[in-house]
């Protein structure tokens, strides 16, 4: 293969002058799209794929343990290594059952239960009251976050992903322990509002308003709450007594070929070869995610190459081990 053909994926050269390749660039891979076929944020495509009806079902025991925690109440701690499904499983339980948008809460070492439930931005409302002289409404200073949003009164449930909880501070699992027993929680803020029983404030829904009762959001269809975490950590013996544990299994061949197909669709045997690959390398002990694998595919076989052989070295370098060491 010559040169000019090897090359001619490029979209950034490197030689500093200006040029409109930009212009040509192909679609995003599936996984990568921010904006979904109904013009929604995308996340759900994103997650199961644009093809889903090509992935697998999850095995037995996995959907026993979403049923079980869909029929308690309970949350479900999902644990597995990084690429596994277990944000994704959340994303599928929403889809499945058309309840609406994931609701979902990052967790980092900072995060707070407050965060959780809600932000008022108090400078905010004092920066508005200099600037006019007038005090304004609390509501649209006060914003419900993703548990906050989930426990709004419905007939339904929502699906709430709080993701990798297990970075989390050591107190939140134990500050997570009343509301998931009550479905309830107050605002203090607008407790002390005196003149407004009813109070409408923002949600963590794009452009969602709800109206929250004497200061307080009180549950009634109890969320469908999927907690993720990589195992680095453990956790206090009362939250995990409060939640249902499923763990994931790293997936054999056939689930890696039905993952890829839910994205790419169809799947040749180029593709099952770069798969069986990847397992191989898997074998070493060393950590590799699936979106890894995805990217590798796409590059190599999905068009953006103009149909070119990618050089293995390349690819390789696209699933270099999650413990940031290249081979």
Request: charged letters at 25%; proline letters at 6%.
């Amino acid at each position: 293969m010559s040169q000019q053909s090897a090359t001619a994926w490029w979209v950034y050269r490197g030689d500093g002058r200006p040029h409109d390749g930009i212009d040509r660039l192909p679609a995003a891979p599936p996984w990568r799209r921010f904006v979904g076929r109904d013009g929604a944020d995308g996340a759900t495509e994103r997650h199961i794929g644009t093809h889903s009806e090509a992935a697998t079902t999850p095995d037995r025991d996995t959907i026993d343990l979403v049923n079980a925690a869909i029929y308690l109440r309970r949350p479900l701690l999902v644990s597995g290594q990084p690429g596994t499904g277990k944000s994704t499983l959340a994303y599928s339980i929403a889809h499945e059952l058309g309840l609406g948008p994931v609701l979902h809460w990052p967790i980092t070492s900072r995060s707070t239960l407050t965060d959780g439930l809600y932000h008022y931005d108090a400078i905010g409302r004092l920066q508005q009251v200099n600037t006019k002289g007038a005090e304004p409404g609390i509501g649209r200073f006060l914003k419900l976050g993703p548990l906050g949003t989930a426990l709004l009164a419905r007939e339904r449930p929502r699906v709430l992903l709080i993701d990798e909880i297990d970075k989390s501070d050591v107190d939140l699992p134990n500050d997570l322990l009343n509301v998931f027993e009550e479905g309830t929680f107050t605002i203090p803020e607008l407790e002390r509002v005196d003149d407004e029983t009813n109070v409408e404030v923002f949600t963590a829904d794009p452009a969602g308003r709800a109206t929250v009762e004497d200061g307080r959001v009180r549950c009634n269809a109890f969320p469908i709450v999927v907690m993720t975490s990589n195992n680095e950590r453990d956790f206090p013996p009362a939250f995990v007594r409060r939640c249902l544990r499923l763990h994931l299994e790293p997936p054999d061949r056939d689930r890696l070929a039905a993952i890829v197909a839910a994205h790419l669709g169809r799947i040749d045997d180029t593709v099952l070869a770069r798969i069986d690959a990847f397992l191989r390398l898997q074998l070493d002990g060393r950590e590799r995610a699936i979106d890894q694998l995805l990217n590798q595919v796409f590059l190599a076989a999905s068009g953006v190459t103009n149909g070119g052989d990618l050089n293995a070295a390349f690819l390789a370098k696209l699933v270099t081990p999650l413990d940031g060491d290249a081979e």
